[in-house]
């Protein structure tokens, strides 16, 4: 299984990025998996930060991230989203997609997770 993270990037405080997230695999059917997604700052443990069951009709988040970050997915095109948006300097750091050990499990924390992507780095500038 690949999990590949793209969209990061600098931007100023207020602002917006989307994050894309590309999952492929043969013994991996994206269509049928809950997803997330996790961010780790400087310094700081990895956090979870967003989850969406297989249909995309759930979404839980962080609460420091709700009203601001949405979730969502296509599984036509096997790709997990994050829109970002009123990006604080907080939301720093590298944004990892997260795919559960067992499909219907909507990923909280590490221990749910079988497969990372790579991280892409969002830095946020006050």
């Known amino acids: 299984v690949q999990l590949q993270a793209s969209g990061g990037g600098l931007v100023q405080f207020g602002g917006s990025l989307r994050l894309s997230c590309t999952a492929s695999?043969?013994?991996?059917?994206?269509?049928?998996?809950?997803m997330g997604w996790f961010r780790q700052a400087p310094g700081k443990e990895r956090e979870w930060v967003a989850s969406v069951n297989w249909s995309g009709d759930t979404k839980h988040y962080k609460d420091s991230v709700k009203g601001r970050f949405t979730i969502s997915r296509d599984n036509a095109k096997n790709t997990l989203y994050l829109q970002m948006n009123s990006l604080k300097p907080e939301d720093t750091g590298v944004y990892y997609c997260?795919?559960?050990?067992?499909?219907?499990?909507?990923?909280?924390?590490?221990?749910?997770?079988?497969?990372w992507g790579r991280g892409t780095q969002v830095t946020v500038s006050s």
């Open positions: 997260a795919a559960p050990g067992y499909v219907d499990i909507m990923p909280y924390s590490d221990f749910d997770v079988a497969y």
């Open positions: 695999g043969r013994t991996f059917t994206f269509g049928r998996s809950a």
